[in-house]
Nanobody, 122 residues
Framework: QLQLVESGGGLVQPGGSLRLSCAAS????????IDWFRQAPGKEREGVSC???????TYADSVKGRFTISRDNAKNTVFLQMNSLKPEDTAIYYC????????????????WGQGTQVTVSS
């Protein structure tokens, strides 16, 4: 069974850091582009970052310079390192894939994780 599982969320003070993980089972992550999305209460889901199968990365303007996406192929996992966190980063974070090799492929997202809650508050 193909599955994505996020972890690493939690409560952090403004200015703090968290590292989210997106682990895959049933398929090999390195062949596909992996996206991170987030959804805050009462807001639409937004794309945060993406890493292609070749390692090309993209970021939303709101997180550029603060978030870093990476992959560890040996662990079949994609990470989202989040630094200088702000209260407006509070959301449920999801990883997903269209199973395309490239970001922004336009295809439907076929697999989603269950999400991990990130709360930035003092």
């Amino acid at each position: 069974q193909l599955q994505l599982v996020e972890s690493g969320g939690g409560l952090v003070q403004p200015g703090g850091s968290l590292r989210l993980s997106c682990a895959a089972s049933g398929f090999t992550l390195r062949y596909y582009a992996i996206d991170w999305f987030r959804q805050a209460p009462g807001k639409e889901r937004e794309g945060v970052s993406c890493i292609s199968s070749s390692g090309i990365t993209t970021y939303a303007d709101s997180v550029k310079g603060r978030f870093t996406i990476s992959r560890d192929n040996a662990k079949n996992t994609v990470f989202l390192q989040m630094n200088s966190l702000k209260p407006e980063d509070t959301a449920i974070y999801y990883c997903a894939t269209t199973t395309s090799i490239a970001c922004s492929s336009g295809g439907p997202y076929k697999y989603w994780g269950q999400g991990t809650q990130v709360t930035v508050s003092s």
